[in-house]
């Protein structure tokens, strides 16, 4: 994934995507300070950890910049969002059918009622692992505990 970057890099340079550029930039580092963490090189799941984890605090920025009313920051981090997760193979992510049929099996090996609803979502969570977005997969528990 860093031969990637490093190749989308020099392309944005040529190209003179500044603003690409700067998203490419802080995408290497945070990969290469998560390789110094680990002390050693990243597999292709933890690289996507480390993506994903920068893509979710993009969203959150984006989303208090809309409700303070900064739409020239919200559109700045919705752009570094949207570079950031164009990284995170598709094959990675929990979407649709499959976090449906996650969510689903949770939820028959808990039981039904509200009152699972804590249980479904701390099994739910460990085995999506960061894959899946937390509030899609709160969603889908709450709609699928109230049938």
Known sequence: ?????TADMKTAMKAGEKDRLS??????????????AA?????????????MSYAKKRREAMDTA?????????AREKFEYTVTM???????LLTGDAL????????????GGPSAFGRVMKAVLAEA????????I???VRELLAT
């Open 1 to 5: 994934m860093l031969d990637q970057l």
């Open 23 to 36: 998203v490419i930039r802080m995408l290497i580092s945070e990969l290469k300070n998560a390789r110094i």
């Open 39 to 51: 002390g050693g090189d990243l597999d292709e799941s933890t690289s996507c950890k480390v993506l």
């Open 66 to 74: 809309q409700s303070a009313g900064l739409h020239d920051r919200a």
């Open 86 to 92: 164009s990284y995170v193979p598709e094959s990675y």
């Open 100 to 111: 449906r049929a996650l969510v689903r099996r949770h939820v028959e090996a808990v039981g």
């Open 129 to 136: 692992d960061g894959r899946a977005d937390g509030k899609a």
């Open 138 to 140: 709160s969603a889908m």
